[in-house]
């Protein structure tokens, strides 16, 4: 696990990263960001969201209603509320270049991504104890990962 300084530190780097996709794999939402010479993944295994202004686009709890077709399906084959929305807003960050202006740890493992723009990410722990992970940030390529919660820190 990763202690708060470098929970901090790794997310201050985001300021000025490009947002390249948002997707997700299982119930984990992902959001990937490129650097000059670093391709990053936020895997957020809690409540998440991503908002224009005060108008939520989409959140982890869109996982759970389907988009198209069978109600007992979508989600394993990915057709819920939460990939349609996904797919769209990639396609925009994708022909628009969107770039992290800034992002914070705040309390208890909140995060806070602001993009270009009305555009924000949300991270939003919701789960006791120190020992389950809520989110993490990490670089594709390396084994450079941190972690929350920070039980190093407890």
């Not at 939402?29 to 990053?40: H, L, M, T």
């Not at 057709?79 to 992290?100: I, Y």
Request: net charge negative; aromatic share 8%; hydrophobic share 35%.
């Amino acid at each position: 696990m990763s202690t708060t300084e470098e929970l901090t530190a790794a997310v201050a780097l985001l300021a000025g990263c490009r947002v390249t996709e948002f997707s997700r794999t299982l119930n984990i939402a992902i959001v990937g960001i490129q650097g000059a010479d670093v391709e990053k993944r936020l895997h957020a295994q809690c409540p998440f969201r991503v908002r224009h202004r005060e108008q939520i686009l989409f959140g982890s709890v869109d996982m759970s209603y389907r988009d198209t077709g069978d109600a007992e399906t979508a989600f394993d084959e990915y057709r819920t509320k939460f990939d349609r929305q996904a797919r769209q807003l990639t396609g925009m960050v994708t022909e628009h270049e969107c770039f992290v202006e800034s992002a914070s740890l705040g309390p208890a493992g909140t995060l806070s991504v602001h993009l270009d723009g009305p555009l924000v990410i949300e991270v939003f722990p919701a789960c006791g104890g120190h020992s389950v992970e809520q989110w993490r940030l990490f670089d594709r390529h390396t084994d450079e990962h941190v972690v929350y919660p920070d039980s190093a820190d407890r």
